[in-house]
């Protein structure tokens, strides 16, 4: 059975070529702004290359940024290594169904953005996540989510360019692309095949799936509360309008509340 954090090795080199053409930084003044509203440290859910840690950092917050993939955070640590200001940040690599820090370390926020909670691909994985961010966390804490709301809403199809474009070093990238639904199990699965091509010869191909499992926003509320936390706001963009059914940005705003954790 695939698991959500299969994949992400492979898929660390083209990680910021993709998305600079897709997400680019639509969500990241939402989760700066977040964070210099509690201050840190803040704990980011699988940080991958540093595309929202970074500039949360550059608030001058704290954070620290855990992810199970070494390739995904040797490209964040690069990243910092390039920074002209030194950052507050610690890249850990480990799994968030198992944080690796102390019951109630001082995380006043634990953002999990662009979907990372949809690479829990059972119902058990999610809950290990929620009952591991309680136990981290003290009451109070403002646990911050994003879901990605069109991935069981993508049609099928099979070995379809998405996207082409020239990458550095003069050479050139073409991702074919097909998408599986398991309506059953609720998983979506893209088979990525990425060709690089130098001076119009083939030079390279690299394949690799990534799985997700989405869950509507009011079972996601469900989950929480019944992990021990309670439900502040749910938005439906990055400027705070509210939620609603057809919104194509899901975003839970819950809060650590005091208590023994999953009932
Ligand atoms: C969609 S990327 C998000 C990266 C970054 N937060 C961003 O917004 O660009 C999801 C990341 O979660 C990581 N990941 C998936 N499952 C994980 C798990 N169980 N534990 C830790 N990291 C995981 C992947 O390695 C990947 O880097």
Known sequence: ?????????????????????TVGRRDVRFWSALARRTGGPVLELGCGTGRVLLPVARTGTRVVGVDRSSEMLARARARLRRSRTALAADLIR????????????????????????????RASDLAATLASVFR????????????????????????????????????????????RQDRGRGLTVFDHEYRETRRGRRARISRFSISFRTIS??????????AGFGVEAVLGDYDGAPWDERADTWIILARRLAGTGPS
């Open 94 to 121: 480990g799994d968030i169904r198992a944080l690796p820090f102390k019951t109630h370390a001082d995380f006043p926020l634990v953002m999990a953005p662009y979907g990372i909670l949809q690479s829990l691909l």
């Open 136 to 179: 981290v966390t003290a009451p109070g804490a403002l646990f911050g989510i994003d879901l990605v709301p069109d991935v069981p809403r993508w049609r099928e199809y099979r070995n379809r360019v998405t996207l082409r474009g020239a990458i550095r070093g003069g050479s050139r990238l073409t991702l074919v692309e097909s998408v």
């Open 1 to 21: 059975m695939a698991e959500g954090w299969h994949g992400w090795d492979r898929y660390a080199p083209f990680y910021d070529w993709e998305n600079a053409r």
């Open 217 to 226: 926003v009011p079972v996601m509320v469900r989950r929480l509360e019944r």
